[in-house]
C-alpha cells in the first residue's frame, strides 16, 4: 500500500506529466532542464535538482521499459522520485501475478516484456520484473513538498481532497490514482469529477493523468499532463521558479478518441444564453468584480446571434471605431482547432461584426494585412496556433498597431487605472490564453458591449 511522504524542495525540483513511454522526449527534455548524464549512466543536476515525476511514465507508447528502467535506477540513486498511478498500479499488480487484463495502452508494456525475455532469457526477465514491481508497489499516493517546514505544493497523480492530504488510507490511495467517482457511466464506468473545485487550501497542487492542451493554474491546481502520448507535449513544472519547460511529442497512442482534441471540441460548445439574461458578473484576474445588469441582454445576445461574427471568432471587442481586432492563425488546422471553422484572418470591429467583407475589396485587405503580418512573423514557422493584433482604421486600410498576444501569452499588459472596455478585453485574451471555454471568453464580450 502507498504511503504519502515528504520532501524537501532542497535546490530544486522539476515536476514531470505523464511520460507513457516517451523516452526520446524524455530525453530531450531533460537535456532542455539542464541534466546532464555522468559516466556511470546517471542524470545530474548541475544544481543539484532532482527529478519528480507524477506516474503513468510507462503504456500508450513507444519505449515503456527505457522509461520504468530510468526511473528504477534514478529512485535508487535518490536522483528522483515517483508517485503511484492508475497505469503503475496496474502494470505493478499484473507483474505481482494478480489476474489483470492489460488494456489501454498496458498491452505494449507485456509486448516489451516478452521482447526483453526473447533477447536476455528468463532469469534475467524475472530479476527485472521484481525489480520493476517492487518501485511501482514502493511509490507513495501523493508527495507534500516542503520549503524550510512549510508544506508548499503537493504532487499527485489524478486528484486529492485536502483533508487527504498527508495521510494515507486504501482509499486515498485509490482517489489518488483515478480522482473523485461521482457517479456511473451509461457503460458502467465511474463518471470522474472535477475535483480542483473543492481546493482551499494554500498548497500547490501539481497534477497530471487527464490530458489537457495547456498547462493551466487553476485555483492553486496545475495540470502539467499535456498529452505527450497523443501528440501534445511533455511538460515539466520547476519548483520554486513554477516555470513550465516542455518539448514536443509525436502521437504514438493513435487512440479512437484524441483527449487532447475532445479538450478543443468541449471548449467551443455553445455558451448557455439564460444564464445571462438576469444579469451577471464578470470577475476578472486582477480582482475586479463587472456588473452587468440585465436592461439590453437580451438584444445584445440578438445581436450576437444574428448580425456578429460566430462566437468563436471573438476574442475581444476593440474599445472604439476606430480599433479593430485582427486575429490571425498558422493554418487551416489551427483555425479549424480553436474556433471549429476555417477563416485564416479575421478583423473583428467594436460591435464584434467582420471588416473584412467577401468580394474582390475585403480579398485585398486581406492580403494586404497577411503581408503586413508576414514582413514581422514567419507563419509556416510560428510556434503558437494563432496571434492577435490590434489595428487601426487608416481609410480603407488597417494599419496593424500593436501585437497584443499569443496563444503563449499576452504581450501588452494591463496599465493601473485601466477602463473597464480595457479590462474585458484584456481578461478575454487571457481565457483564451487558458483555452477557457468559449462561453467564459464571451461572457467578457458580451460585457464589454453592455457596458459601452
Ligand atoms: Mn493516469
Known amino acids: 500500500m502507498s504511503e504519502p511522504k515528504w520532501i524537501e524542495l532542497g535546490k530544486g525540483l522539476d515536476i514531470i506529466g505523464d511520460i507513457h513511454g516517451c523516452m526520446d522526449e524524455w530525453l530531450l527534455l531533460l537535456e532542455k532542464l539542464g541534466y546532464k548524464q555522468s559516466a556511470d549512466g546517471f542524470y545530474r543536476h548541475p544544481e543539484g535538482r532532482k527529478i519528480l515525476s507524477l506516474g503513468d511514465i510507462m503504456s500508450r507508447g513507444p519505449r515503456s521499459l527505457d522509461s520504468l528502467l530510468f526511473f528504477e535506477a534514478h529512485i535508487k540513486a535518490g536522483l528522483a522520485y515517483m508517485i503511484d498511478s492508475n497505469h503503475g498500479w496496474k502494470i505493478a499488480r499484473w507483474l505481482d501475478g494478480r489476474k489483470v487484463t492489460l488494456a489501454h495502452g498496458d498491452e505494449r508494456v507485456e509486448e516489451e516484456f516478452l521482447d526483453y525475455e526473447r533477447q536476455h532469457g528468463s532469469l534475467a526477465t524475472n530479476r527485472l520484473k521484481e525489480r520493476i514491481k517492487n518501485m ?154 463587472i456588473q452587468v445588469e440585465p436592461t439590453g ?85 510560428l510556434e503558437s496556433d494563432w496571434l492577435l493584433y490590434e489595428g487601426v482604421m487608416a481609410g480603407d486600410n488597417i494599419q496593424l498597431k500593436n501585437l497584443l498576444a499569443s496563444e503563449h501569452g499576452v504581450e501588452l499588459s494591463i496599465k493601473n487605472g485601466a477602463s473597464i472596455q480595457q479590462e474585458l478585453a484584456f481578461e478575454g485574451i487571457k481565457r483564451l490564453i487558458r483555452l477557457e471555454t468559449v462561453e467564459r471568453i464571451h461572457e467578457c464580450v458580451l460585457a464589454a458591449y453592455l457596458l459601452k
Do not use: M
Open 136 to 289: 511501482l508497489l514502493d511509490a507513495p499516493s501523493h508527495y507534500v513538498i516542503q520549503d524550510n517546514g512549510a508544506s508548499v505544493a503537493v504532487a499527485v497523480h489524478a486528484g486529492i481532497r485536502d483533508d487527504y492530504i498527508g495521510k494515507q488510507s486504501p482509499k486515498i490511495a485509490d482517489y489518488c490514482r483515478y480522482g473523485p467517482v461521482v457517479g456511473v457511466q451509461r457503460n458502467g464506468k465511474p463518471k470522474r469529477g472535477d475535483w480542483t473545485i473543492h481546493h482551499h487550501s494554500p498548497e500547490l497542487i501539481i497534477w497530471g493523468h487527464d490530458p489537457r492542451p495547456v498547462a493551466l493554474e487553476v485555483q492553486r491546481t496545475i495540470n502539467i499532463d499535456q498529452g505527450a502520448v497523443f501528440g501534445g507535449d511533455l511538460t515539466a513544472l520547476r519548483l520554486p521558479s513554477k516555470e513550465i519547460v516542455q518539448v514536443e511529442s509525436q502521437d504514438y497512442a493513435q487512440a479512437a478518441i484524441n483527449p487532447l482534441e475532445e479538450w478543443f471540441e468541449k471548449r467551443r460548445k455553445a455558451p448557455a444564453f439564460k444564464k445571462w439574461l438576469n444579469g451577471f458578473t464578470v470577475q476578472t484576474e486582477t480582482g475586479r468584480e
Open 297 to 381: 441582454v437580451l438584444e445584445a445576445l440578438d445581436h450576437f446571434s444574428n448580425r456578429a461574427l460566430p462566437l468563436e471568432q471573438i476574442v475581444y471587442l476593440p474599445t472604439d471605431d476606430k480599433h479593430v481586432s485582427v486575429l490571425v492563425f498558422k493554418d487551416q488546422s489551427a483555425a479549424h482547432r480553436w474556433t471549429g471553422l476555417s477563416d485564416l484572418l479575421l478583423v473583428v470591429d467594436s460591435q464584434g461584426c467582420a471588416v473584412v467583407s467577401k468580394g474582390k475589396e475585403g480579398e485585398s485587405l486581406k492580403k494586404h494585412l497577411f503581408e503586413l503580418i508576414e514582413q514581422s512573423q514567419d507563419l509556416t514557422r
